[in-house]
């Protein structure tokens, strides 16, 4: 039996992380992955049984931590839902799970389609729109607003992932985003 190589799988992790940000988890193949590693694709499978095991391994634990910490944050009974300090506290938050890993946070939000994480950027959207909605306090007809809100931030935020992450100016950025956002809800109130 043939040792398994821990500098090779965490080489095949780093190609497989980059494919999966640039091209999709669609456009991403084993035969890329093994291309990009140099080995051959069968010497591949011996590390990951299929695509969805490789991309389990890219961003299953961050995907986990993620959604966790956007439960937190989200599940409040804050009365003061748009005071600055939250709001600003929230987008610091986010610009740091941002940056710890921002590829795979771009790939979760945006790259997905076809894989177990494809329902996932609507799942945290969902959770957004659940608070701005418990946000709303008795304006009718506001769910379909609160989706369509949740949806255009999420993909802001994704936007901002994939050209800002690793930066400092994600937090920048994200302060200016929540700024806007939140001053629109403010309205509402």
């Known amino acids: 039996m043939q040792t398994l190589k821990p500098e090779l799988k965490q080489e095949i992790l780093r190609t497989a992380k980059e494919l999966f940000f640039l091209r999709g988890f669609s456009g991403t193949t084993m035969r890329l992955v093994a291309d990009g ?8 499978y011996k590390y990951f049984n299929d695509k969805d095991d490789l991309l389990e391994a890219v961003v299953g634990e961050y995907a986990r931590r993620f959604k966790g910490s956007m439960l937190m944050e989200l599940d409040h009974d804050d009365a003061e839902e748009f005071r600055q300090e939250r709001w600003e506290n929230m987008a610091r938050g986010l ?6 890993d921002h590829k795979s946070f771009f790939i979760l939000m945006n790259q997905a389609r076809g894989c177990a ?12 729109r ?4 418990a946000s709303a306090r008795g304006i ?18 994704a936007s901002i992932a994939r050209r800002y992450g690793g930066t400092d100016e994600v937090s920048v950025v994200l302060l200016e985003l929540f700024r806007y956002h939140m001053a629109g809800l403010g309205a509402l109130d």
């Not at 590693?37 to 591949?44: A, G, I, P």
């Not at 994480?117 to 957004?128: C, I, L, T």
């Open 37 to 44: 590693v140099q080995v051959s694709v069968s010497n591949l």
């Open 95 to 100: 610009a740091k799970a941002i940056n710890a």
């Open 117 to 128: 994480y494809e329902g996932y950027k609507q799942e945290v959207s969902d959770m957004v």
């Open 130 to 133: 659940a608070r701005i909605i």
């Open 140 to 157: 009718d007809g506001y769910g379909f607003l609160a989706e369509v809100l949740a949806l255009n931030l999420i993909d802001a935020i």
